[in-house]
């Protein structure tokens, strides 16, 4: 049998070099990027993008992936802001005031989320094409909510329908849906209308409290909402706070005074006595020493 | 008294030399104390993380250490103020190793507090940023003013030795110090003048004393009972200290009077009736502290309440049921059954007693810090397997060793060159005895 050459050797070894180098080299994770568009009540709009990726068969958040925003296209003129993820894997950039003169002049835009590659993921990038909306929120009698879903279209707002939408009331944690259905789609005028059925929901100390028309996640218009302010809840009287008078578990400065005259007088008390004792051995000292 | 007699009792209670025992007793407790002070520098460098301390028991042995030196300091206010206001003569000879004990412990208790602070450079924060409503607040003010109180009363009895101890005859008697009682106690002329201010001084320390004594074992005892734990949640514990702490104070005497008795042969001075009388004290003082043990332990078990009964079950038979019934026996019962004989309050059996006194003391603070801290009323869950135990480190070990070396180091420095009697005292009692 002919013994295999010097070439054929060295060719099996880099063959088997190269195949363990690429076993060595970590493979990169597929990272989930997700991007949308939230308009808050008509003032505040920005950016939210959620990183994911699979592990062990589970989709995980993502945190510390660095992401740039783009308004159209990946450019420096075009940047919108940058962020980085959180625990949750998210990601929030506001839409600068620079942007608006670029925001007016079109009905749709289209938003770019790209990922900084790390050391477990390469680039990965989101996009999400929207059209301008808006609601416009009114009261009607009986305690009605009356919500006009429209879109920027040729430079008027035109009415939407059949475009699904809630009715809520502000709270401290999620916001209170406010009839019996969860939804409610708007008519060819554009316009939904819900109940107000909600009795002697606590408000501020007016009664006030702060209804909340919403387009959630919508893939034309991303999330849209609109808030009005109403007397429909109940007055709400908060008890005074302890928290700044003086009492044994307020912070330091806050000591009862009752407290604070014993300590220090029973300090000032034996003190005294000391520094009278401490004069009273200088004053054995000077008999000492004339 | 004739000259000779005096001068035999200036010659017998002077400061003597260390002899063989004496230094090799120093040598032992310089290395404690170095041992000690390694394990703390490592503490430092690595953080309390190489304490077997965890997010439970936050409060260890450093703690535990830190009661017992508060409540051995009280000793100074029993024998020197407390008796001497009720006039016995007989503690005489006992004020100032009270007071050299009592001086060393409250030392050694402020020191072993920062040992027990992850952070001991950010101290100051205390002060700065205090609060007043905090009983932490209030022992750091009591232990710095006990100290000073406690200090004065070691200070102001001394002043006539000073001027006995810069004596030529005195100075040939051996090595001392004398730029030291030179500089504290040269100016004593034994005038009736400073007679007069130094008995009114003492005299008013001797009243001063007891409420900040009281006051500081309470504070230290309301750092636990203000903490609504099992265990600790009791209005009994102000009183239940301080009776503990005129026991280990008590005994604590008892161990240095054979000590330097034997030491410095004083039987002349620290006769069998002191022993006698001072296993007496201990006796009552014991008996007290049963009391208030029962009513801490009885009433609890009693009721049995459900977050109790891990606690206390702990203690009466469970994990923690060595050292308890040991402190119980070691502290209270045996010294009892020993002293309350005659022959048992002669110097060794009181010694002995004494020593029993100390140790179970010292083990009764861990049984009172420790197991409480493993029984908060909120369950213990999803912590590290360490955390559900606590059997203190090396280094707690060798820095709570180091800290009882280094008080026991202080009191042999001031036995040293300090008068362990009180000459002029004794000298006065003497003549005042022949008189009568």
């Known amino acids: 049998m002919k013994k295999p050459s010097h070439i054929t050797w060295l060719t099996i070894m880099m063959s088997g070099m190269f195949t363990l180098g690429l076993l060595a080299q970590e493979a990169k994770s597929d990272l989930n990027l997700g991007l949308g568009y939230v308009n808050d009540n008509d003032r505040l709009q920005y950016l939210k993008a959620s990183a994911k990726t699979k592990i062990n068969g589970k989709f995980q958040p993502v945190a510390g992936i660095n992401l740039s925003f783009y308004l159209g296209t990946e450019s420096p003129s075009n940047l919108l802001g940058k962020a980085r993820t959180n625990s949750r894997g998210e990601a929030v950039a506001f839409i600068p005031a620079a942007a608006g003169e670029e925001w007016k002049k079109s009905e749709k835009h289209e938003f770019l989320a790209v990922s900084e590659p790390s050391d477990s993921f390469g680039t990965t990038k989101s996009s999400i094409e929207i059209t301008r909306a808006k609601i416009k929120l009114d009261t009607a009698e009986g305690r009605k909510l009356v919500a006009a879903l429209l879109e920027l279209r040729e430079g008027k707002w035109i009415p939407v329908k059949g475009v699904d939408l809630t009715f809520s009331v502000k709270r401290m944690g999620r916001n209170l849906g406010v009839g019996d259905s969860p939804t409610y789609t708007t008519d060819s005028t554009g316009t939904a209308n819900a109940d107000f059925k909600l009795a002697e929901l606590p408000g501020d100390s007016s009664g006030n409290i702060t209804l909340v028309a919403r387009v959630e996640d919508n893939d034309t218009y991303g999330t849209v909402s609109s808030e009005k302010k109403v007397p429909w809840g109940s007055d709400t009287q908060y008890y005074d706070s302890d928290f700044d008078k003086r009492s044994l578990y307020a912070r330091r400065g806050l000591t009862p005074l009752w407290l604070g005259f014993m300590a220090y007088s029973i300090g000032l008390a034996v003190w005294g006595v000391l520094i009278y004792l401490f004069f009273q051995i200088r004053k054995i000292k000077k008999l000492g020493t004339v | 008294m004739d000259n000779l007699a005096r001068q035999k009792i200036i010659q017998d209670l002077l400061p003597q030399k260390f002899g063989t025992r004496g230094i090799i007793w120093v040598v032992i407790l310089l290395v404690f104390c170095i041992a000690g002070i390694v394990a703390y520098i490592h503490q430092l460098s690595k953080g309390l993380v190489i304490t077997a301390m965890g997010d439970y028991v936050s409060w260890g042995i450093y703690i535990s250490n830190f009661v017992f030196f508060v409540a051995i300091s009280l000793v100074g206010s029993l024998i020197t103020a407390i008796l001497r206001l009720a006039d016995v003569s007989w503690s005489t000879p006992l004020t100032r190793i009270a007071e050299i004990i009592a001086v060393s412990a409250i030392t050694l208790a402020a020191i072993i507090i920062v040992v027990d602070m992850g952070r001991p450079e950010r101290f100051y924060n205390l002060f700065i940023h205090g609060r007043l409503q905090s009983p932490i607040i209030w022992d750091v003010v009591v232990i710095i003013t006990y100290f000073f109180v406690s200090l004065l009363l070691l200070y102001l009895p001394l002043l006539p030795d000073f001027t006995i101890l810069l004596k030529p005859e005195s100075r040939r008697a051996g090595s001392r110090p004398h730029f030291f009682y030179r500089f504290f106690g040269s100016f004593w002329k034994n005038t009736p003048e400073q007679i007069k201010i130094s008995n009114r001084a003492i005299a008013i320390l001797s ?230």
């Not at chain 2, 005994?251 to 039987?267: I, N, P, S, T």
């Not at chain 2, 006796?283 to 049995?304: C, D, S, T, W």
């Not at chain 2, 060595?322 to 002293?339: D, E, G, H, K, T």
Request: aromatic share 16%; net charge neutral.
């Open chain 2, 207 to 436: 009243v001063t004393i007891i409420p900040v004594a009281f006051a500081i074992h309470t504070v230290t005892s309301w750092l636990f009972a203000t903490t609504y734990r099992p265990g600790w949640d009791s209005t009994n514990f102000g009183a239940y200290f301080i009776s503990g702490a005129f026991l280990v104070g008590a005994g604590a005497v008892l161990v240095a009077m054979y000590a330097f008795r034997d030491a410095y042969k004083l039987e002349n001075y620290i006769t069998e009736d002191h022993f006698d009388k001072m296993g007496k004290v201990v006796i009552g003082l014991a008996l007290l502290y049963l009391y208030f043990n029962i009513n801490e332990y009885l009433v609890p078990a009693y009721k049995m309440e459900k977050a109790e009964e891990d606690h206390l079950m702990g203690l009466f038979i469970g994990r923690f049921a060595r050292v308890f019934w040991f402190a119980i026996f070691s502290a209270m019962i045996v010294p009892i059954a020993i002293l309350i004989f005659k022959k048992g309050r002669k110097p060794l059996p009181a010694f002995i007693a004494g020593c029993l006194v100390v140790v179970g003391s010292w083990f009764k603070r861990y049984i009172i810090v420790t197991p409480t801290m493993l029984h908060p009323f909120l369950p213990m869950y999803q912590s590290p397997e360490k955390f559900y135990h606590y059997f203190p480190s090396l280094e707690e070990w060798l820095i709570a060793g180091g800290s009882l070396a280094g008080m026991l180091l202080i009191i042999t420095i001031f036995a040293r060159i300090l008068p362990i009697i009180p000459i002029q005292e004794t000298i006065n009692e003497s003549e005042e005895h022949e008189k009568a």
